[in-house]
C-alpha cells in the first residue's frame, strides 16, 4: 500500500508558469532572443541554469559561467518580485482538495520541485501547512530528470521509495518518478507525459481512489 503522496509543485499544485515566463521573457528580451510561451513549454521541470541555457540555444549564443549566473541571478529577482502577487488565487483548482483528501487517506505529502523557491511559492499559495515535508532543489546534487528531488522526500517522511506515489506535469519530472522506483502519475498530455502510469488531464481530474488502486512499485 501507499504510505506518501510526493508533488511537484509548478503545474501541478500552483499556476506559477507563467510568473517563470514573464521572468525569463525579460532576460530573453534583453539579450535580443525570441522567446514566446511555447518555447517556455520546453522549461516545465528544468531548473534555473537549464533554463537559460535553453533560451541561450535557441538564440544560437554562449556566455562564460560568471554572465550565466548574473542573468539567472536577474531571473530569480524578477520571479521573486512577481511572487509577491501570487496568493491562494494562484492554486490550482483541485489542488488544495486533493492536498487534503490525501491526507485524509493517510498518506504523507511531500513536495518535490526543482524550484529553489519551493518555501516562498507555497507560504504566499497558502499551501504550507498543507504538506508534511518540502525538499530543497539547493541541496540535491541532480535535478530531475535525475530521481533526487523524490529521494529527498523518501529519506526525510521515512518510507520506502516503493510506498510512494509522485505527481508531475513535466516529462523530465515523470522520468525522475520512474527513476525513484515510484508509481507515476502523469498531469497534463498524454502524449507528452507517455511513460506515467497513470494520466489525467488536470489537477482537478485526478481520481485519488484510482491512483491508491494501482499497484505500487516492486521493492529494489
Ligand atoms: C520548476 C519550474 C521550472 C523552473 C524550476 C526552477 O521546475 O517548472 O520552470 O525553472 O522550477 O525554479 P527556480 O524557482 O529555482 O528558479
Ligand atoms: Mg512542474
Redesign the pocket.
Known sequence: TFRAALF????VLVD??RL?FVAWKRIADELGIPFDADDNEA??????M??LEHILRLGGRTLDLSAKEHLAAR??GF?LDALTTMSDADVLPGAAALLAQARDRGLLLGVA??????MV?LERAGLSNAVDFVAD?AKVAHS?PAPDIFLACVTALGVASDECVGFED?AA?VDAIKAANMVAIGIGDSQVLAKADLIFAATAEVDLDRVLRLSPARPQ
Open positions: 511537484d509543485l509548478d503545474g506559477s508558469a517563470h522549461l516545465k521541470g528544468v531548473d534555473r537549464g533554463s531571473k530569480n520571479y520541485s526543482a524550484s529553489r523557491n519551493a511559492v532543489a530531475k513535466a519530472g
